[in-house]
């Protein structure tokens, strides 16, 4: 069963407006979040992360938040631009020292038309 | 430039046929990881490695081998490749902390694997 959720395979997006990723997660002891962005043919590169201490992460034009509450974060890209374009994945972790593991989501593919 | 590199990037093979794919990574870094990527599974991590002669198992470890004799290299190797190895593999590393490792992985570009 998945423990990180992307519910949204896809989504499009108009060039300079905001985009909006999902990800809902089922273990409440996940304390670290974080987001990558991969293009075709290339690896995962990482994007921002938060701790589960903080409620919001800022990064130039991208913002994570988190509701623990509801066990869900969001990435926002504002404004979004065509070179955003690319798969993104929501990962967790938990665990404590060298026994942390990471559990990914499926990734959401975004497309940011000019 | 800090990267992390994989070869070769695209591979068929046969079944049984034993093969490795190389991963180095010229970031100093202490920790390495192999994950696999299958439609609908997501990333799921095969071996990593905490530092050098030190290793351990992920989640899907079956079926792999790993070895950590210099800390910039981090070979996978396949033994007895079958067709269920059929995968995109990407090579990971990070910096080791005493909290456990750096999640704000590296990758490197990815190995599509085909086994007949």
């Known amino acids: 069963d998945q423990q990180v959720k992307q519910n949204s395979p896809s989504l499009s997006v108009q060039e300079g407006r905001i985009s909006i990723l999902n990800c809902d997660y089922t273990n409440s002891m996940f304390d670290y979040f974080l987001w990558y962005k991969k293009y075709p043919a290339e690896g995962p590169t990482f994007l921002i992360s938060?701790?589960?201490i903080k409620d919001k992460n800022e990064d130039g034009r991208f913002t994570v938040f988190l509701n623990k509450s509801a066990k869900h974060l969001s990435l926002h890209i504002v404004p979004s631009q065509p070179g955003d374009s690319a798969v993104y994945f929501c990962a967790a972790s938990e665990g404590a020292g060298n026994n942390r593991k990471l559990i990914w989501g499926l990734g959401t593919s975004l497309a940011v038309n000019p | 430039e800090a990267q992390v590199t994989q070869n070769p990037r695209y591979l068929i093979t046969v079944t049984g046929k034993k093969l490795t794919v190389t991963c180095s990574q010229n970031m100093n870094h202490e920790y390495m990881s192999w994950y696999r990527q299958d439609p609908g599974l997501g990333l799921r991590q095969i071996y990593y490695?905490?530092?050098?002669?030190?290793?351990d198992k992920g989640d899907v470890p079956e079926g792999y081998k790993v070895s950590r004799k210099e800390k910039r290299n981090f070979p996978l190797i396949l033994e007895s490749p079958s067709p269920n190895q059929t995968s995109l593999y990407f090579c990971a590393s990070s910096f080791q902390t005493p909290g456990g490792p750096y999640y704000e992985q590296y990758f490197g570009p990815g190995t599509r694997l085909t086994v007949t």
């Open positions: 490695s905490m530092n050098v002669e030190v290793t």
């Open positions: 938060i701790s589960s």
